[in-house]
């Protein structure tokens, strides 16, 4: 029975992976920003009493990072899978448009968490000899520039870097470092602003005709990370859900497979 660490875990593809590794009799430890988690998520996890706890956890505070990692050894005894997947992201505007408090939110948020969680799991997981930490890549990640969205991509890009550098810095400790790549997601990502209002990014027909095509619920996406997850031993793995020959089958075969998620 595996422990898990998964950060932003509340909703979106954090609280669907988070699902997934329950139901595969893994024991959790989800995180948020909110003090709780909401009744419906509560009532969603009743059936998995015993195996999973939350613990409040803002990854741009490296005390809180701490803090997870101890809540969860001290409740389930050791971390086996890191995952860091909280993340933040931006109004859909030219960054020269784009207020200080969004670039502040995503910079930290995307990297600083990123960067604090690998450190934390990264020393947790040296010492006790074995784990796995996973970071969550997104637009940006293969170099790709979209208008409007180079602040969001920007982090995405870094963190690949630095994932694949700590990849080959944790090289023979027994710990291993590696990525997911989830491809197009329906989540609030897409469907809200960073304030919670509906995202105007959602009116651009080009845009709404590439998502139907591509993208896929977050349930789908998970189902197919977390097996590999707890199977694999490969360092510096990037375990990636919409790879080329998936897109190229699904823009080809989309004249006769209408698909609606937005």
Known sequence: MKN????GSTRGIGFAMAKEFLAAGCRVTLSG?????????????????????????????LADVEHLWDASVKTFGAVDIWINNAGQNAPHAFIHETEERYVRAAVETNMLG????????????????????????GLGSNDMIQLKTILYGTTKRALTYFMKGLAKELDGTGVIAGRLSPGMMLTDFITKTPDGAVAAIQSDPHFKKIFNILAD??????????PRMLKNTKNDRQIAWLTGGKAAWRFMSAPFHKRTLI
Do not use: W
Not at 115 to 137: C, D, K, L, N
């Open 33 to 61: 920003r909110g003090d709780t988690l909401s009744p419906e998520v509560q009532s969603e996890l009743s059936r998995f009493d015993g195996r999973y706890q939350y613990v409040p956890c803002q990854v741009r505070n």
């Open 114 to 137: 990123v960067i604090f969680g690998s450190q934390v799991a990264a020393r947790g997981m040296t010492r006790q000899g074995h784990g796995a930490i996973y970071s969550m890549e």
């Open 217 to 226: 619920k977050p349930e789908t996406v998970a189902a197919f990370f977390v």
């Open 4 to 7: 898990i660490v998964i950060t």
